[in-house]
């Protein structure tokens, strides 16, 4: 079973970033994949979520309406749009999977290596 995360990178306030998550070798059961972030000195923090059976999606308040997670099942991949970028955003984010979506990081049981994002003029 396999998680890779990529499309990190460094970006200026404002602007955009798409994040890739592709898994590989999970059962149907593992329907849940989400983000997590984790800036210097901080803890985890769940990001978003969606389910890859009926594509339903959830966020946290801090990234509504300014990030969109979405599937593409035929490729496995799973991406998060991050748009008007804050430097608040700088975190490593990390792509994880488990059985359904929950804000607990114990919800989920495989993840993946990360992608740094750095917001920064």
């Known amino acids: 079973v396999q998680l890779q995360a990529s499309g990190g990178g460094l970006v200026q306030p404002g602007g955009s970033l798409r994040l890739s998550c592709v898994r590989s070798?999970?059962?149907?059961?593992?329907?849940?994949i989400g983000w997590f972030r984790q800036a210097p000195g901080k803890e985890r923090g769940w990001v978003s979520c969606?389910?890859?059976?009926?594509?339903?999606?959830h966020y946290a308040d801090s990234v509504k309406g300014r990030f969109t997670i979405s599937r593409d099942n035929a490729k496995n991949t799973v991406y998060l749009q991050m748009n008007s970028l804050k430097p608040e955003d700088t975190a490593v984010y990390y792509c994880?999977?488990?059985?359904?979506?929950?804000?607990?990081?114990?919800?989920?049981?495989?993840w993946g290596q990360g992608t740094q994002v750095t917001v920064s003029s």
């Open positions: 994880t999977t488990g059985l359904w979506c929950g804000l607990d990081i114990d919800t989920y049981d495989y």
């Open positions: 070798g999970f059962t149907l059961d593992y329907d849940a």
């Open positions: 969606i389910s890859s059976s009926d594509g339903s999606t």
